[in-house]
């Protein structure tokens, strides 16, 4: 095979090219570091040529941990928003969720992009180009099929020059999923936090934010005989006033407070879970109207970072209050109250953009070093959070969009952004993230449903959701009110958790539509067929 070969150009203000040249790409690492001049940087650029094989799949890592990212065909595109209506996007926000404000989408056949790492793969051979830092700037990857080339940018626009830098720092390897994805880990040094496995309930997807202490306790109740000692028992949004106000939770839905719900979960013998979005705050919220001037400003005004509620904003986490407020909260839920894990949410609001001292991704990283310290030793699963400046930081990482109670939502929904509310999505990107479970944390696929009530899924939607959820993640949550299984229902929950034992898992995802899944379990090799 010959030799590989991508040619890079840097470039900062004033029209300076520091450094322009063509390099080998050899198997393993391969990192550039310049002498820039004083300026700032303007683009950091590399290109690959690089041709498919017939049949070869593409698969691009999107932003966050909502965002959808399947394998894709040589022909695909990857849709933007121009389709909609322009105030609609301001509106609702639309852009914030995931890259659409500062990556270019050329909505082209053929051509895909993603952030941090992408593979190419052709049967069971795959060639991983990935990023082996992120600090100096997110690692950009675009393919273009019609024109055979592989660009790689560094997301380092405006950062000030100050002698050397680290233009791009590859890893490149070819051989199977498990060569390639073990030599790429082992060259970050990452390994995961924790080695247990949960299992547990959840309290979203079925009451959503309506909860009280009488729900919480009573689907507690329900959990007896389903959920084992060491499970996780974790309330999720509703318990606080509003978004931004945590040092107490609303009075009227938690008149014990929330130790109690804690020590209750406690005398049941399972972990106690609770759900906070630590960097952003909604507008009706105590915490934005009262303190203003704690805000992430960009052009002046605060970063707006979605519709979610009643419309919420990014905390600075570069203000000596906001870093104070933090850890008192994370001191009160964590040692006061008693939980064990947090489920950190819409954590892509910390870092909207960088400055000219840190980059967009460093800045992220940051923030979840700041999320690492402020927990401790405790557990955290995260979510809404851009993959790579996750990586060995938090114990659980959701790598899907949120499950809805039907497959694929409304066709209004289906139009929106790639972070969007998809069963469907969910189950792929659990999927064809699968790698990263076991080596950057444990995956948390989302839930799974064995109930009949308050849900459109059909039978075989829902056995495919369980299936993947109890296979390809190392945390399995329902939100079920497991009181009202069926005998039927409470052996089926079982022989998830054994699914979680499975050994040899492998992927068969060439025909379209279809993915075929196969792994060894109690002395058997187990087939299933997914259709999706």
């Given at each position: 095979?010959?030799?590989?070969?991508?040619?890079?150009?840097?470039?900062?203000?004033?029209?300076?090219?520091?450094?322009?040249?063509?390099?080998?790409?050899?198997?393993?690492?391969?990192?550039?570091?310049?002498?820039?001049?004083?300026?700032?940087?303007?683009?950091?650029?590399?290109?690959?040529?690089?041709?498919?094989?017939?049949?070869?799949?593409?698969?691009?890592?999107?932003?966050?941990?909502?965002?959808?990212?399947?394998?894709?065909?040589?022909?695909?595109?990857?849709?933007?928003?121009?389709?909609?209506?322009?105030?609609?996007?301001?509106?609702?926000?639309?852009?914030?969720?995931?890259?659409?404000?500062?990556?270019?989408?050329?909505?082209?056949?053929?051509?895909?992009?993603?952030?941090?790492?992408?593979?190419?793969?052709?049967?069971?051979?795959?060639?991983?180009?990935?990023?082996?830092?992120?600090?100096?700037?997110?690692?950009?990857?675009?393919?273009?099929?019609?024109?055979?080339?592989?660009?790689?940018?560094?997301?380092?626009?405006?950062?000030?020059?100050?002698?050397?830098?680290?233009?791009?720092?590859?890893?490149?390897?070819?051989?199977?999923?498990?060569?390639?994805?073990?030599?790429?880990?082992?060259?970050?040094?990452?390994?995961?936090?924790?080695?247990?496995?949960?299992?547990?309930?959840?309290?979203?997807?079925?009451?959503?934010?309506?909860?009280?202490?009488?729900?919480?306790?009573?689907?507690?109740?329900?959990?007896?005989?389903?959920?084992?000692?060491?499970?996780?028992?974790?309330?999720?949004?509703?318990?606080?006033?509003?978004?931004?106000?945590?040092?107490?939770?609303?009075?009227?839905?938690?008149?014990?407070?929330?130790?109690?719900?804690?020590?209750?979960?406690?005398?049941?013998?399972?972990?106690?879970?609770?759900?906070?979005?630590?960097?952003?705050?909604?507008?009706n919220s105590a915490l934005y109207q009262e303190h203003p001037d704690w805000f992430y400003l960009h052009e002046g005004k605060p970063w707006f970072c979605?519709?979610?509620?009643?419309?919420?904003?990014?905390?600075?986490?570069?203000?000596?209050?906001?870093?104070?407020?933090?850890?008192?909260?994370?001191?009160?839920?964590?040692?006061?109250?008693?939980?064990?894990?947090?489920?950190?949410?819409?954590?892509?609001?910390?870092?909207?953009?960088?400055?000219?001292?840190?980059?967009?991704?460093?800045?992220?990283?940051?923030?979840?070093?700041?999320?690492?310290?402020?927990?401790?030793?405790?557990?955290?699963?995260?979510?809404?959070?851009?993959?790579?400046?996750?990586?060995?930081?938090?114990?659980?990482?959701?790598?899907?969009?949120?499950?809805?109670?039907?497959?694929?939502?409304?066709?209004?929904?289906?139009?929106?952004?790639?972070?969007?509310?998809?069963?469907?999505?969910?189950?792929?990107?659990?999927?064809?993230?699968?790698?990263?479970?076991?080596?950057?944390?444990?995956?948390?696929?989302?839930?799974?449903?064995?109930?009949?009530?308050?849900?459109?899924?059909?039978?075989?939607?829902?056995?495919?959701?369980?299936?993947?959820?109890?296979?390809?993640?190392?945390?399995?949550?329902?939100?079920?009110?497991?009181?009202?299984?069926?005998?039927?229902?409470?052996?089926?929950?079982?022989?998830?958790?054994?699914?979680?034992?499975?050994?040899?898992?492998?992927?068969?995802?060439?025909?379209?539509?279809?993915?075929?899944?196969?792994?060894?379990?109690?002395?058997?090799?187990?087939?299933?067929?997914?259709?999706?």
């Amino acid at each position: 095979m010959a030799e590989l070969q991508y040619e890079v150009q840097v470039s900062v203000t004033d029209g300076v090219t520091a450094f322009v040249g063509k390099l080998p790409l050899r198997n393993g690492e391969n990192r550039l570091a310049c002498d820039l001049p004083r300026g700032h940087i303007k683009s950091i650029t590399a290109t690959l040529p690089l041709t498919l094989t017939p049949g070869e799949k593409i698969f691009m890592n999107g932003f966050q941990t909502w965002t959808f990212c399947p394998e894709y065909d040589v022909d695909s595109r990857i849709r933007s928003l121009r389709h909609l209506p322009a105030a609609g996007v301001r509106h609702f926000g639309l852009d914030r969720y995931g890259d659409n404000y500062f990556v270019d989408y050329p909505e082209k056949k053929g051509v895909t992009h993603g952030e941090s790492y992408c593979y190419f793969r052709l049967g069971e051979r795959y060639r991983l180009f990935a990023s082996l830092d992120e600090k100096p700037g997110y690692t950009l990857f675009q393919y273009d099929a019609e024109a055979a080339r592989l660009t790689i940018r560094r997301d380092a626009e405006g950062l000030r020059c100050q002698g050397t830098f680290h233009a791009l720092d590859l890893f490149y390897a070819e051989g199977t999923e498990k060569e390639v994805f073990d030599a790429w880990f082992r060259a970050l040094a990452i390994s995961p936090r924790t080695n247990k496995k949960l299992a547990g309930y959840s309290s979203w997807y079925n009451r959503y934010q309506a909860i009280s202490q009488d729900t919480i306790l009573s689907d507690l109740e329900s959990c007896a005989g389903v959920l084992e000692p060491g499970d996780l028992f974790q309330i999720d949004d509703g318990w606080e006033p509003a978004i931004g106000d945590w040092l107490e939770p609303d009075g009227k839905k938690f008149p014990g407070g929330m130790k109690e719900a804690a020590d209750k979960i406690h005398e049941q013998g399972f972990l106690a879970g609770l759900w906070l979005a630590p960097f952003v705050a909604e507008k009706n919220s105590a915490l934005y109207q009262e303190h203003p001037d704690w805000f992430y400003l960009h052009e002046g005004k605060p970063w707006f970072c979605g519709s979610n509620w009643s419309g919420f904003y990014a905390l600075d986490i570069d203000k000596p209050e906001v870093i104070d407020y933090l850890k008192r909260v994370f001191d009160r839920v964590l040692n006061e109250w008693g939980f064990d894990l947090l489920k950190l949410d819409f954590l892509y609001g910390a870092a909207p953009f960088g400055s000219e001292a840190e980059s967009r991704a460093g800045r992220m990283i940051r923030a979840m070093e700041l999320l690492r310290s402020l927990c401790g030793d405790k557990l955290i699963l995260g979510c809404g959070v851009p993959l790579m400046p996750a990586f060995g930081l938090v114990d659980y990482c959701r790598v899907s969009c949120d499950v809805g109670l039907d497959w694929d939502g409304s066709w209004l929904m289906q139009q929106t952004h790639r972070e969007r509310v998809s069963t469907r999505q969910a189950i792929l990107n659990s999927i064809f993230r699968r790698e990263l479970n076991g080596r950057a944390f444990y995956s948390d696929p989302d839930v799974f449903f064995l109930r009949e009530k308050n849900l459109k899924l059909k039978k075989d939607e829902k056995n495919a959701l369980a299936t993947v959820c109890s296979l390809f993640g190392g945390m399995m949550l329902t939100s079920d009110s497991m009181g009202e299984y069926t005998e039927e229902a409470r052996q089926k929950c079982q022989q998830l958790r054994r699914n979680r034992d499975a050994a040899g898992l492998r992927v068969e995802a060439d025909e379209p539509g279809v993915i075929t899944l196969s792994f060894r379990l109690g002395g058997k090799v187990h087939r299933c067929t997914l259709r999706l």
